[in-house]
């Protein structure tokens, strides 16, 4: 696999704090750059799956941080270090490095266990277990009168596809006004009680108002839920839960802070 320029940038940048140490890779005009530099770069690389270790890789590599430190000790000795965007952001950088590492140090302390998981898995599945999936279509449009028009019309035995290309919605105007598979809590909670409760090809008897207008909604058909597995699941479950704990960890960090 080729290791593209702009990814050994972004492994660069991830190490650029990476300790020295006695054995350098090079001396630039009397600054030294450690290998180690090197060997974190190209354990970063080969652990996201983006290159393997190879000579060519290591000596791309040499090149570019050399490259990186001629072109620092030139931006140092213009001044660019001391302007004050370079420096808030020289600070913005260091903050969300030291930042990150604390949060990682956090979760390693605290991982989400598999209890956990599963008892959030359980709540989900339970949740959604509990819900239907309908298959609706829709006709919007800006007066109360105009859909009950629609609503008769149907009743008449107009096709509802047909009326639907009159609808606001130039989405599903043209698509017989399909919203495809959906549960009500994906909807505007008026427009999911307009159709909740009727069966498989039920109409609504009265147009339903919501921010947009006046919808006549059809339901062409309803299912159960599908539950993912635990398995298919448990990654996104995995990495919400981490989430929630460093959401808990940081407010209770601001509680105790002392803010003016």
Do not use: C
């Not at 490095?97 to 979760?107: C, F, H, M, N, P």
């Not at 009743?155 to 919203?179: H, M, P, R, V």
């Not at 159709?195 to 108002?209: A, M, Y």
């Amino acid at each position: 696999m080729t290791f593209k320029p702009a990814r050994l940038l972004l492994a660069l940048i991830a190490v650029i704090a990476a300790p020295a140490f006695a054995q350098n890779l090079a001396v630039v005009n009397g600054k030294a750059i450690p290998t180690s530099r090197v060997d974190a770069i190209v354990k970063q690389v080969v652990a996201q799956g983006q290159g393997q270790d190879s000579p060519q890789l290591r000596e791309a590599i040499k090149r570019d941080l050399i490259a990186r430190e001629v072109l620092m000790q030139e931006a140092i000795k213009q001044g660019y270090d001391k302007k004050p965007d370079v420096k808030q952001a020289l600070d913005s950088a260091r903050q969300a490095i030291v930042v990150s590492q604390l949060a990682r140090d956090y979760i390693a302390k605290n991982p989400v266990t598999d209890a956990e998981i599963k008892a959030e898995y359980d709540r989900f599945a339970k949740t959604q277990g509990a819900e239907k999936e309908y298959h609706v279509r829709h006709i919007l449009v800006d007066k109360e009168e105009d859909a009950k028009a629609i609503i008769a019309k149907l009743k008449g035995g107009a096709k509802f596809e047909d009326l639907a290309k009159q609808s606001k919605d130039t989405g599903s105007a043209n698509n017989g006004g399909d919203l495809d598979w959906a549960t009500p809590s994906a909807f505007p909670e008026e427009f999911a009680a307009g159709f909740s409760k009727l069966q498989k090809g039920g109409i609504t008897e009265t147009p339903v108002k919501t921010g947009a207008g006046y919808h006549v909604i059809k339901v062409d058909d309803t299912r159960a839920v599908k539950v993912p597995s635990l398995d298919e699941v448990k990654s996104q479950i995995s990495e919400s839960l981490t989430q929630q704990k460093l959401a808990s960890y940081q407010e209770e960090m601001v509680k105790k802070a002392k803010v003016q």
